[in-house]
């Protein structure tokens, strides 16, 4: 009974934590993901005041976490809608990847880990957070902008690209090898296909089974199914947030608008318990020593994801500031890398400062990144860009008169 009543405590202390760290978020017009993560620190192993009864709770609550960050992240898309995106995408998706995780592989190789910790690192530092992102368009008012189906683009076809990156990178942490992860990679290629084919031809008779007037049966149908499938994903070494991300894309129309008002609740708070589980895992101690690596990889990571923004909007036409607007905006990681190196400590083979190294990262993109996407309102900035504008067109006039 003693042993419960501690748990209480524990669990309720920090959930009101919590709660007050996410109101102070909002009110400093940053995203609450970094507090989480500071939180945990505080009171996880070598923190301010460990906690020790509710470690197996917040465990649970975290896998649960990534499993509903996943499915929401499904719903807000259609099978019709990826296939799309992945078509006209493409291009601006392998100019990503080239340029956000080849970085992040080359630091762990100078930093003399193995290539394990390379792949893992380059996931990391690959994937922006579409949760930080889409908060920060809305606060700025730019959801209507033209470059914003730019920015977008290049989040879904990296949303998509998990789907195959996680089956691959679970199974190299697990021992498997290039072979093993190869054939993880194959099984998660198969199933994606599959599930797009039937969520194009079939999703309609999928979200039949569900009742979008019942709230009740439709959060239980829904939340089950995705456990299920993703439990089910997990003993196939597919990966379970693979298993949640397909059960999202499979449901269609009002039910996949219904589960996501039922949902966003619960995914906010195991969301907040996820990003406490890996601060309460990391020691805060093995941070310092990681900083400046992490701050230099960051520097780097964060001008390579603004030129990726910047070269997918070019791409398709979009001027000088939108160009900088849509660069700017991918910079913050979060939610995605936290997940990535939560399954590399999981498995406890790999180098043990990553994820102190994950930890100071994250917190220097996700602050940093809202601020750099305010860049281009200042004065000083569109000033600039005029400057540009004004010494090319100077430029392109002599060229001519030559």
Do not use: C
Not at 76 to 101: F, M
Not at 148 to 159: H, M, N
Not at 240 to 248: D, M
């Amino acid at each position: 009974m003693h042993e419960t009543n501690t748990l209480l405590i524990e669990v309720g202390a920090l959930l009101f934590l919590l709660g007050l760290l996410g109101r102070l978020s909002r009110r400093i017009g940053l995203s609450p993901i970094p507090l989480y993560l500071l939180a945990g620190l505080a009171f996880g192993h070598g923190g301010l005041l460990p906690l020790n009864a509710s470690e197996e709770f917040f465990a649970v609550g975290a896998e649960i976490g990534v499993i509903l960050l996943l499915v929401m992240l499904g719903l807000e898309y259609s099978a019709n809608e990826l296939v799309g995106n992945l078509r006209s995408a493409a291009p601006a998706g392998l100019i990503d990847a080239a340029l956000n995780a080849l970085p992040g592989a080359a630091f762990a190789l100078l930093l003399g880990w193995d290539w394990v910790a390379a792949l893992v690192l380059a996931g990391i530092t690959w994937v922006s957070s579409s949760g930080v992102i889409a908060k920060v368009l809305g606060d700025l008012g730019r959801l209507g902008n033209r470059e914003t189906p730019v920015i977008l683009s290049v989040l879904v076809i990296e949303d998509l690209a998990m789907a195959l990156y996680l089956p691959l990178v679970t199974a190299v942490l697990l021992g498997a090898g290039l072979m093993g992860g190869g054939i993880a990679l194959t099984i998660a290629v198969a199933t994606v296909l599959v599930v797009l084919v039937v969520a194009i031809r079939f999703g309609g008779v999928i979200s039949t089974l569900m009742s979008a007037k019942d709230a009740e049966a439709l959060l239980l149908g829904v939340l089950g199914l995705t456990l299920l499938v993703a439990g089910f994903a997990a003993e196939l070494q597919v990966s379970a947030a693979v298993g949640a991300f397909l059960v999202g894309i499979a449901l269609s129309g009002p039910v996949a608008h219904h589960a996501t008002e039922l949902l966003t609740p619960l995914r906010d708070l195991f969301a907040a318990v996820f990003f406490v589980f890996f601060g309460l895992t990391t020691d805060p101690r093995e941070i310092p020593p990681v900083l400046l690596p992490a701050l230099g990889l960051a520097v780097v990571t964060m001008a390579t994801k603004t030129l990726t923004g910047y070269l997918a909007a070019r791409r398709v036409g979009i001027a000088e500031p939108g160009r900088w607007r849509a660069g700017l905006a991918l910079v913050p990681r979060g939610e995605f890398s936290i997940v990535i190196a939560g399954l590399a400590v999981s498995a406890g083979s790999v180098e043990p400062r990553l994820a102190a190294l994950a930890t100071a990262y994250v917190l220097v993109t996700v602050v940093t990144g809202p601020l750099l996407a305010r860049l281009p309102d200042f004065p000083w900035f569109k000033r600039w860009l005029r400057h540009r504008a004004a010494t090319a067109q100077r430029r392109e006039l002599a060229r001519v008169a030559d």
